[in-house]
């Protein structure tokens, strides 16, 4: 049975995607606005410290990509795409509402309602889209790339509105936008439901399961229940986040055990599949653990170290997604030519130049200390050039990477394997945090790049030696800690994404039909 028909498609693409486009744009607005100015929330108002600030942030980031692995499981055997994606909308809905209350309690338990609903909408979104295309459709990755579009339009201009609502009237009126963008997300997927553009898809798998009875409740009705009894849990873990390696020895723990066992039920030929899906997991958890330098320390590094014009720290936030835009539809476009013409490189290269060029952008980032001044403010040009370089990467890599997923995935197992793809960002996440601390600065310590061959590797990127940086003025060592860790970085992530495309052939070979 095919899954659209040519009379359903908009601008040759099915309709439904039109619906998720707009659902998704939405949902991240919220999403992307929350997190333009949780961090300078914490260090500017709630005086927290860096090391603590980016403690709790890591800490909500990587939990908000873990839970979409449960999501995706419950949504697969009990909900369906509908009823989870719903779910998770109200919830995080509630989460940024409840930002605006100032109370401990209210502040850690706003981001656990936002861990726990984005685990129920955000795998669930995104299989979705892939249920829309036949196996083997052609337009998929445009498809994908367009959605992921979406995504950005959100994250572009949400840090740009929040932020300056927070900045005019106050840092819970951002908040509260990004709640409003929430609600608006949900009304065009209820709309899209309405209009019964997803034909059969996403509706609830087996009535006779969701209905069966637990405890005396439905099972529908006690997934409900049983996530908001989890929402004082996370908000511990966020709160001692401390202790988060634990929840990521538990969480790894799981995930081989899980992946073990789906790889003991399936054929051999999905097998080979899907450890190319893992494989594309791990590279992206590595692209993650860089890329997601963006919300923590590449925003303070702009706040204290870049002369900005026109905008201020949280709305660079939006940098990275104005030029997805720009550059979605163009990447669309060039995919397809390539298809056309036979040319188009197989997912791996993609993944290696996209991993390839998030480790330069990161270098141009670092070299813009060639061109400090007195006040160890750097051109705010190389902020915007590195972040177009990251950029190029990230549209090589992650829509692509949505796309193979679904297709590299057994049928049964498709939500819980984009669970296991957004479980990147949770170690991805985890580790950014352990970057981050690194551009922490103590008296008199420049950290571990200012020594030895890391020290060479910073010296030669930044011009700035460690010798000179500490006869400067301490705004000059934060500066320091800041380039020396992204030149670092940088350079041995470029080494990786070269490494991934000489070694691609036998990757590719085990991908067997999937582009």
């Known amino acids: ?53 980016f403690g709790i942030y890591a800490a909500y980031m990587s939990l908000v990509y873990v839970t979409p692995m449960i999501g995706g499981m419950l949504a697969d055997k009990v909900l369906g795409f509908r009823k989870a994606i719903v779910l998770g909308g109200v919830l995080m809905a509630l989460g940024h509402f409840f930002l605006t ?153 799981f995930l081989v055990l899980y992946i073990i066992n789906v790889l003991r039920n399936v054929t051999v030929s999905e097998r080979q599949k899907l450890l190319v899906a893992v494989y594309f997991t791990v590279l992206y958890t ?17 706040d204290r170290n870049v002369n900005l014009i026109g905008i201020n720290a949280a709305q660079t936030n939006s940098i990275n997604s104005s030029f997805i835009i720009l550059f979605a539809i163009p990447f669309s476009m060039l995919w397809m030519y390539l298809n056309k013409i036979n040319k188009n490189p197989n997912s791996v290269i993609k993944f290696g130049i996209g991993v ?17 001044d007195e006040f160890a403010k750097t ?38 394997i984009m669970g296991v793809w957004f479980s990147a960002n949770f170690y991805g996440h985890f580790f950014a945090g352990k970057i981050a601390n690194l551009t922490t600065v103590s008296e008199g310590d420049l950290g571990m790049f200012s020594n030895g061959l890391l020290g060479e590797i910073t010296t030669f990127i930044t011009g700035m030696s460690s010798e000179v940086i500490l006869s400067k003025e301490p705004i000059f060592h934060q500066l320091y800690s800041y380039v020396s860790v992204y030149s670092g970085f940088g350079f041995f992530t470029f080494l990786i994404g070269v490494l991934v495309m000489i070694f691609s052939k036998k990757i590719k070979r085990m991908m067997q039909n999937v582009h």
């Not at 949780?38 to 005086?47: A, D, G, Q, R």
């Not at 900045?167 to 065009?188: D, K, N, P, T």
């Open 101 to 253: 209350f100032e109370q401990p309690i209210f502040f850690y338990g706003s981001l656990s309602l936002i861990i726990i609903g984005n685990g129920f909408f955000k795998p669930n979104i995104s299989s979705f889209v892939g249920k829309l295309y036949n196996e083997g459709d052609t337009r998929r990755d445009a498809g994908f790339t367009i959605f992921y579009m979406g995504i950005n339009i959100g994250g572009a201009v949400a840090p740009l509105l929040c932020a300056w609502l927070a900045e005019l009237y106050g840092w819970h009126y951002g908040f509260v936008l990004a709640g409003i963008g929430m609600l608006l997300g949900l009304l065009v997927f209820k709309k899209g439901l309405n209009n019964n553009v997803f034909d059969e898809h996403g509706a609830v798998p087996n009535l006779a399961v969701y209905n069966q009875k637990r405890f005396g409740i439905k099972m529908g009705s006690l997934i409900t229940v049983c996530a908001l009894l989890f929402v004082p849990v996370f908000a511990l873990i966020v709160r001692y986040h401390q202790f988060e390696h634990y929840l990521v020895w538990i969480v790894s723990l």
């Open 379 to 416: 051109p705010m040009l190389y902020l915007i050039i590195g972040y177009l370089v990251l950029t190029m990467g990230e549209l090589f890599l992650s829509p692509i990477g949505l796309s193979k997923i679904t297709e590299l995935s057994p049928t049964k197992y498709v939500a819980f």
């Open 1 to 53: 049975m095919k899954n659209h028909t040519s009379t359903k498609d908009v601008l040759g693409h099915p309709r439904g995607l039109l619906y998720l486009f707009f659902a998704e744009l939405w949902e991240r607005f919220s999403f992307y606005g929350m997190r333009a100015l949780l961090v300078l929330y914490m260090t500017k108002h709630l005086l927290f410290t860096d090391e603590m600030s």
């Open 356 to 372: 390839a060029l998030l480790g330069l952008g990161f270098v141009v980032f670092a070299m813009s200390a060639y061109q400090v």
């Open 286 to 302: 590595v692209f993650s653990a860089i890329f997601e330098q963006a919300g923590s320390s590449l925003t303070l590094f702009a």
